[in-house]
């Protein structure tokens, strides 16, 4: 059970678009519909932005938007704003019950 | 308002046991369908996903640490305990708990911070 891999890091400019990608393998990512993704600022627990590959919870921006294909999810910001500097994690369902997270991704509003 | 907070020592000696408490409201943990996960975060680092503990009893943990953990839960106290051995300095992390209402994990804990050392 290794890692999704998704870049350190991904900088854009004031309300331009930026896509983070996290890639996984068939026996997760590929696998199953359940890719979500969190966002987390600096000394503060992640928080639930998209789940089941591209729905948004209640009150979650709709600049925030997850699609997937094959073993690769996405997270797309549109219009980035200042807020949106944080971390970016993914994290897939894995089969039996167990569960992968991400590497994690600094996002940088320049 | 479901919240989760997690408790426990803030440091721990090397080759000890670490235990923590995550003591959680809004919801009961005898809900079908329901778990509560750990998860960790060492400083700078990617979050990695340790344990599960469902509504039924059924547990799951990391493969890679399988060996060391162990995960239970009071329904009545509404509590999940996680309880890690052999500690070591590379365990120094942040600990969160996480409902787990489906298959993603929301909402978290604060997180408790954990520095092993001598």
């Known amino acids: 059970q290794s890692a999704l891999t998704q870049p350190a890091s991904v900088s854009g400019s004031l309300g331009q678009s930026i896509t983070i990608y996290c890639t996984g393998t068939?026996?997760?990512?590929?696998?199953?519909?359940?890719v979500s993704w969190s966002q987390q600022y600096p000394g503060k627990a992640p928080k639930l932005i998209i789940y089941?590959?591209?729905k948004r919870p209640s009150g979650v921006s709709n600049r925030f938007s997850g699609s997937k294909s094959g073993n690769t999810a996405s997270l797309t910001i549109s219009g980035l704003q200042a807020e949106d500097e944080a971390d970016y994690h993914c994290?897939?369902?894995?089969?039996?019950?167990?569960?992968?997270f991400g590497t994690g991704t600094k996002v940088t509003v320049l | 308002q479901i919240t989760l907070k997690e408790s426990g020592p803030t440091l721990v000696k090397p080759t000890q046991t670490l235990t923590l408490t995550c003591t959680f409201s809004?919801?009961?943990?005898?809900?079908?369908?329901?778990?509560v996960g750990w998860i960790r975060q060492p400083p700078e680092k990617a979050l990695e996903w340790l344990a599960l503990?469902?509504?039924?009893?059924?547990?799951r943990y990391n493969p890679s640490l399988e060996s060391r953990l162990t995960i239970t839960k009071d329904t009545s106290k509404s509590q999940v305990v996680l309880t890690m051995t052999n500690m070591d300095p590379v365990d120094t992390a942040t600990y969160y708990c996480?409902?787990?209402?489906?298959?993603?994990?929301?909402?978290w804990g604060q997180g408790t911070l954990v520095t092993v050392s001598s």
């Open positions: 068939s026996s997760d990512v590929g696998n199953y519909n359940f």
């Open positions: 809004g919801f009961s943990l005898s809900t079908n369908g329901l778990g």
């Open positions: 503990i469902y509504w039924d009893d059924d547990v």
């Open positions: 994290c897939s369902y894995a089969g039996s019950s167990s569960y992968v």
């Open positions: 089941e590959d591209n």
């Open positions: 996480a409902l787990r209402p489906y298959h993603w994990f929301d909402p």
